[in-house]
């Protein structure tokens, strides 16, 4: 069984940087694209940022571009999103999960929340 436990999140203010983490458990991560996705109350869950498998090819929502940095420790089986020059509008539960564009996610952790705000 697949399960993600993220973790990082909290209270920060507009500007303040943030990184969350996410460990997998029941599967390897490294032969999959792994992605951070997230949810702002009221709102569906988006996909914010991808990684490849090998780490080295990364992709992001034009919203987040040149502030989130995704990364990945494939010996560690875990997943990061390091989050900078934060916005209130990033308010939002972050999740890691499969990269939807190559497959169905698996099961969903209970994700970390990020809240901006002054």
């Known amino acids: 069984q697949v399960r993600f436990v993220e973790s990082g999140g909290g209270l920060v203010q507009p500007g303040e940087s943030l990184t969350v983490s996410c460990r997998a458990s029941?599967?390897?991560?490294?032969?999959?694209?792994m992605a951070w996705y997230r949810q702002a109350p009221g709102k569906q869950r988006e996909l914010v940022a991808d990684?490849?498998?090998?780490?080295?090819?990364?992709k992001y929502q034009e919203s987040v571009k040149g502030r989130f940095t995704v990364s990945r420790d494939n010996s560690k089986n875990m997943v990061f999103l390091h989050m900078t020059s934060l916005k209130p509008e990033d308010t939002a539960v972050y999740y890691c999960?499969?990269?939807?564009?190559?497959?169905?996610?698996?099961?969903w952790g209970q994700g970390t929340q990020v809240t901006v705000s002054s």
């Open positions: 999960n499969r990269n939807r564009r190559f497959g169905n996610p698996w099961s």
């Open positions: 029941g599967i390897n991560l490294s032969p999959y694209s």
């Open positions: 990684i490849n498998p090998g780490g080295d090819d990364t």
